[in-house]
């Protein structure tokens, strides 16, 4: 699937000074972007050895169906999306009864229609169904509930620059977000949080659950646990804002950038690649409505000013926690997309301050050999939420 019109009107230079700077950027930074994991793309085996390790939480639930439902309810979380954002959710269970398997049988062939995801309703609001779990008993004897949402496409790579439209002294440094293709780019996209509550629950009356203590959010291929007091909630739901079309989850609004010491080096070398028209460069995920932000095309259907939002649990949660309780679609161990190519990196969109010569520095760098760990020819759509680690490992929790 094509993303948009490539530009090749540009040249690079592999000798020049410029390029090989940016060769040493690309190679700290695109480690860090949002490739898929092994941890997303568990085999059978591997399935069935961490579903063995965590049997007691199984086991020691004493949770009726109904008493699942309610707490999932009770806790699930307002998601605020992005209004630009192409790539929106979806019911799972809808895009796997109108799709189809390809040859291997393993590989779930999403009519192209539903590819952007549902539609947003009239008053700016989504209803999709999202998958859930309760662990009962877990780690540090507290109930823990994870949401796991679905979105037929994960979107091109994001970048934050700085610039200077002017003289330092009288015009003040503004930044441009903007998204870049086909880095990052795949179909099939599993984003989740985990919600850890202060204690067990016994069940019975949802009024007796305990609150929330801590919050893990799923960003690229880790998460960040944030205790409850960082977190905004609505009565009993908690806020998590989904990043443009990589819909990595944050607990607040803002343009968030990778917090690595990598950064501190692209700043100070940035104004050498493009003759100080960019002072600094990051890998970025836009949940942030101020900032310029230039994409490559508009959101079809309506169009909103202001986040997109969606209730998680208007339409009731699809209950993971008993394996039997679902049909095919629940035990479809195979992967939520085909495999795409990232290979043709494009210009950036139109309206990015020195947006050739990024593209230059990087083309030449890709045909150098030097991206072959982040931009991959094939790469292949992750599989669901029990093939993912973190089904099994609740993220790991930290505040227990």
Known sequence: MRIAPSDTSWAFCPGSLPFLLLVLILLQTFSL???????ERLSETETARLEAETLSFTTTLNLSAAD????????????????????????????????????????????????????????????????????????????????????????????????????????????????????????????HITVQLSSVWAGGSVD??????????????????????????????????????????YAVEGTHKNIDDTFAFVSRISP????????????????????DLF??????????????????????????TDRGDHGDWARFSGYWGLPVDQTEIILPPLGVTAGTQLLSATVGAKHMGLLRKFVHKFEQAPKGPRQHRTWYTLDSPSFI
């Open 68 to 191: 699942r439902a309610a707490i999932l309810e009770k806790y699930a979380p307002i998601v605020y999306l992005h209004p630009r954002d192409r790539w929106r959710p979806a019911d799972p269970a809808k895009i796997f009864e109108a799709s189809k398997l390809a040859e291997d049988n393993r590989t779930l062939v999403i009519p192209e229609h539903m590819l952007h995801g549902d539609e947003v309703e009239e008053g700016g609001t989504m209803r999709a169904k999202v998958v859930g779990q309760v662990v009962q008993d877990g780690p540090g004897k507290k109930t823990y509930l994870q949401y796991w949402f679905f979105y037929p496409v994960n979107g091109c790579q994001g970048f934050r620059i700085g610039i200077w439209s002017g003289l330092k002294s009288f015009v003040s440094e503004r930044a441009e977000n903007f998204e870049w293709c086909g880095m990052a780019f795949h179909n099939g996209d599993w984003e």
């Open 295 to 320: 994409t490559y095309d508009e959101p079809l259907g309506r169009r909103f000013q202001r986040f997109i939002v969606w209730k998680t649990w208007e339409d009731g949660v699809w209950d993971f």
């Open 208 to 249: 007796t659950a305990p609150p929330v203590e801590a919050i893990a959010f799923s960003q690229h291929s880790g998460s960040q646990w944030l205790p409850a007091s960082a977190v905004k909630f609505t009565a009993t739901h908690p806020h998590v804002y989904s990043a443009l079309h990589s819909h990595a989850n």
């Open 33 to 39: 972007s949002h490739a898929i994991t092994d941890d």
């Open 272 to 291: 050498l690649l493009t003759l100080g028209s960019v002072q600094w460069i990051q890998i970025a995920d836009v949940a942030d409505l101020q900032s």
